[in-house]
C-alpha cells in the first residue's frame, strides 16, 4: 500500500518515538536523582498520549492564501507552510531548539519571513530571516541580547522590535530592514519593558506600551521622522492597564484594549484629536482579551473571556454595531489575524476534544474552515473528558458575603468507580488563569489512572476583574494558600472524590503554590509536584533575569526593603521546608532565565537534609519549562511514576 505523502511526517515522528523508548535510561539531556526506571510497560501505555500534537497560527502569506504554522513532528516546534484547508504541512525550518514566532514582511514579493528562536529555553531570543527561493537562513540580531516582538509595518519596509542589546536589562526600540540589516538603527532610548503595538497606516508613527505591572501599563506614540514619543495616559488617581491596539483607517485614532475606568478590560476607542476615549463594549461584564481590524477598516474581530471560555465577537466601526459571528465549540480562541487581502479571519481554536488548531473564517460567505487537523496519537479524542465549572466558598469575603473563586474539575470515565484520587493543578503567573480546553496529556491521568483534575483560580488570578488580580500582592501572598486550604475543604463535601488521596501539582508560581501547599497541608495531601516553581522570592528576586527583576517586584514585594524582605523570607517554603513531611517531585531545567535552578536545587537539598523523600529531574537543555519532546516525555514519564507510587496506593 502506498501511504500518502501527508503522512510521512507523522509517520516519522512515531517511528523516532518508538526508537527512543525502547530503552530504559533517561535521555544523555536529563539528570534524574532518585527517579527509579521507568517500565516499558508504562512507556508503552503512555505512548500515544505522548504524540499528541498542536499547531499554531503565525502569519498569513501577504499575497497568497496560504499561511505559516508551528507544529511538531520531530522534537521541538518548527515553521511550516500550509497552502490551504487541510494541505500538506511542509516543514521549513529544521534546529533542535523550538521557533517561537514567524512574520512575513506585508510587501508584495518579498519572499522571506522573520522568525524568532532561543537557544536551550535561555529566552534570549534572536530573529533570523528565511529566504524562501533558497532556503538560506541568516542570523538578523547580535546573537547575545534579548529580542522580542518584531512587528513590520505596512509597506514592508522595515520591522520595529525591542532589544535589551544596550545594557542587558532596558528594553530599546530598534528599526529594522531584514534585507539591510547592516543599516539597523536603534531608534529610541528606553527604560524598563515595552511592546510595539501596532503601525499607523501610513508608517510614519508607532504604538508603544510601557509594562509596569499587569495592573500598570502606559501608551506612547513614536513619531518616525523625529524619534520622539509622547506619552498619550498620563498617570492619573486609578492605576490603568491596556492592551492590544489597532490603528483605525483614517488615522483618527486607534481601538484599544483597557481597563479604564472599569475593573474588565472592555474594548476602547482612543481619539487623537480629542485624546478621549469611548467604551465600545459596556455591555460585556468580562475581559476583551485579543483583537485585530480587518485591511479596510470596516469590521474589528476581538474575543472575550467569559468566565475562563473563549468567545470570538465582530464590530462594524462604522456604526459601532454588532455582526454575528460563527458559533465555535467551547474552549480557547486566539491569535486573531486578518488575512491582508479579502475578509478572511484566522485563528486558533482548541477545546476538550481537539488540540489547538487553525481556523480561518471568511466573513463574506460565513464559511469557517479547518486548516491543520493536529493527530491526537490515534486517540479518538471523543472520549476526552469536558471539564465542569464550579464555584467554592473560600474564607474571606466580597462585598459582604462569602466570597467563592471558580475551578474547573475534570472526572475520569465511568470505567472508573469513585471515589476518585485528585490533584489539584494550580496554574503559574501569578496572573494566569485556568480555563477550560484540551487537557492533552493530563488526559493520561483522568483515562488511564482514574484521577480526578481540577483546576482552582485562587485570588491574584486574571479573568475576575482588576480588584481580584491585586488580592495576592505584597503582604497578602499567602491568602492565596489560604484558598487552597477552602478548596481542601471543598473536596471533603465532595461524595466522589477522595480527600485522603489529593497530590498537588503547579509550574513557575504554582510550583510555589505547590510547595506551599505541602508546608501547610501535610497532612491533608498526599504528596506534591513542582515544576521550575519558586521556593525562596528573596533568592529569585535577587537572581531572575535583570530584565524582567521589576516587574517581579511589583508582584511579590521589593526584597531592598528590610520589612518586605523579612516577610518574604518567613513565607517562602524553604524556609518551612521542615514542614513538608510528603514525598515530593521536582522538575527543572539548567538554563530557566525566570526562576532559575537553584530554586529547585536549595529545596530539594533542604527537604532531603530534613529526611524527606525528593525525585527530582534536571534538563541540561531546556528553561522555564520543557519544551523538546525527549525530555517532556521523560519528565511525564516520571509524573505517572510518581502519581502511581504516591497518590493511588
Avoid at 462604522?318 to 479571519?345: C, D, H, V
Avoid at 497541608?521 to 528573596?538: A, E, L, P, Q, Y
Amino acid at each position: 500500500m502506498k501511504l500518502p505523502r501527508q503522512w510521512w511526517g507523522p509517520l516519522l515522528a512515531i517511528l523516532l518515538t518508538v526508537s527512543w523508548t525502547a530503552g530504559q535510561q533517561p535521555p544523555s539531556s536529563i539528570v534524574a536523582e532518585g527517579v527509579p526506571a521507568v517500565p516499558e510497560e508504562l512507556r508503552a501505555r503512555m505512548n500515544q498520549y505522548m504524540n499528541m500534537r498542536a499547531a499554531v497560527f503565525a502569519d498569513w502569506h501577504p499575497s497568497e492564501r496560504s499561511m505559516l504554522i508551528l507544529t511538531r513532528f520531530g522534537d521541538t516546534m518548527q515553521v511550516h507552510s500550509v497552502q490551504a484547508p487541510g494541505a500538506y504541512r511542509q516543514q521549513l525550518t529544521f534546529f533542535p531548539d523550538r521557533v517561537l514566532d514567524a512574520s512575513f514582511s506585508r510587501a508584495v514579493g518579498k519572499n522571506y519571513f522573520v522568525f524568532g528562536m532561543d537557544t536551550g529555553g535561555a529566552e534570549f531570543y534572536q530573529f533570523y530571516k528565511f529566504d524562501l527561493a533558497d532556503g538560506t537562513v541568516k542570523l538578523l540580531t547580535d546573537g547575545k541580547s534579548r529580542n522580542t516582538g518584531l512587528l513590520f509595518n505596512h509597506r514592508g519596509t522595515l520591522a520595529a522590535y525591542m532589544s535589551t542589546r544596550r545594557n542587558g536589562r532596558d528594553n530599546d526600540l530598534y528599526l529594522l530592514d531584514p534585507e539591510n540589516p547592516s543599516a539597523e538603527k536603534r531608534a529610541l532610548d528606553l527604560k524598563g519593558t515595552w511592546v510595539p503595538l501596532d503601525w499607523s497606516p501610513d508608517d510614519s508613527r508607532l504604538l508603544l506600551l510601557e509594562e509596569i505591572s499587569i495592573n500598570e501599563t502606559y501608551l506612547h506614540l513614536f513619531d518616525v521622522a523625529s524619534g520622539r514619543a509622547e506619552l498619550l495616559t498620563p498617570a492619573g488617581s486609578e492605576k490603568v492597564a491596556y492592551g492590544n491596539a489597532r490603528w483605525s483607517k483614517d488615522v483618527k485614532g486607534f481601538f484599544v484594549i483597557s481597563d479604564r475606568g472599569s475593573e474588565f478590560q472592555r474594548l476602547n476607542y482612543y481619539d487623537l484629536d480629542a485624546k478621549t476615549f469611548t467604551s465600545l463594549t459596556e455591555n460585556i461584564p468580562w475581559d476583551v482579551e485579543d483583537l485585530d481590524l480587518a485591511p479596510d477598516g470596516g469590521i474589528l474581530a476581538f474575543t472575550v473571556n467569559a468566565d475562563g471560555v473563549s468567545e470570538l465577537h465582530l464590530l462594524d466601526t462604522g456604526t459601532r454595531a454588532e455582526i454575528p459571528a460563527p458559533r465555535l465549540p467551547k474552549g480557547q480562541i486566539s491569535n486573531l489575524k486578518f488575512r491582508l487581502r479579502g475578509l478572511e479571519l484566522a485563528f486558533n481554536l482548541n477545546s476538550a476534544k481537539s488540540p489547538s488548531d487553525v481556523y480561518s473564517y471568511a466573513l463574506d460567505s460565513r464559511k469557517v474552515e479547518r486548516w491543520t487537523f493536529s493527530e491526537t496519537g490515534g486517540l479518538n479524542p471523543e472520549t476526552f473528558q469536558e471539564a465542569e465549572l464550579i464555584h467554592f466558598p473560600t474564607f474571606d469575603q466580597a462585598a459582604g458575603k462569602p466570597r467563592t473563586l471558580a475551578a474547573y474539575v475534570t472526572r475520569p470515565p465511568a470505567k472508573f468507580k469513585p471515589p476518585y484520587p485528585v490533584i489539584i493543578d494550580i496554574h503559574g503567573g501569578p496572573e494566569g488563569q485556568s480555563r477550560p480546553g484540551f487537557q492533552g496529556r493530563y488526559d493520561y491521568f483522568m483515562n488511564e489512572m482514574g484521577i480526578a483534575l481540577i483546576e482552582p483560580n485562587v485570588r491574584g488570578s486574571t479573568g475576575y476583574g482588576k480588584s481580584f488580580t491585586k488580592l495576592d500582592n505584597g503582604y497578602l501572598r499567602e491568602d492565596t494558600v489560604e484558598d487552597i486550604g477552602a478548596l481542601l475543604d471543598w473536596v471533603a463535601t465532595q461524595p466522589d472524590l477522595d480527600a485522603k488521596r489529593i497530590a498537588v501539582m503547579g509550574g513557575s508560581y504554582g510550583g510555589y503554590m505547590s510547595l506551599a501547599s505541602m508546608t501547610h497541608f501535610s497532612d491533608r495531601v498526599r504528596c506534591g509536584i513542582d515544576i521550575v516553581g519558586v521556593s525562596n522570592f528573596v533568592t529569585l528576586l535577587e537572581t531572575t533575569q535583570e530584565y524582567r527583576r521589576d516587574l517581579r517586584r511589583v508582584e511579590y514585594g521589593d526584597e531592598r526593603d528590610p520589612k518586605m524582605r523579612e516577610f518574604l523570607l518567613r513565607i517562602s517554603p524553604l524556609t518551612n521546608a521542615d514542614k513538608i513531611r510528603v514525598p515530593m517531585l521536582v522538575a527543572a531545567g539548567q538554563n530557566d532565565p525566570r526562576v532559575p535552578v537553584t530554586e529547585s536545587q536549595q529545596i530539594v537539598k533542604t527537604v532531603r537534609s530534613n529526611g524527606g523523600q525528593v525525585w527530582f529531574v534536571l534538563a541540561k537543555d531546556e528553561g522555564h519549562g520543557f519544551a523538546k519532546k525527549q525530555n517532556s516525555d521523560y519528565v511525564w514519564h516520571a509524573i505517572a511514576m510518581f502519581l502511581d507510587q504516591f497518590l493511588l496506593r
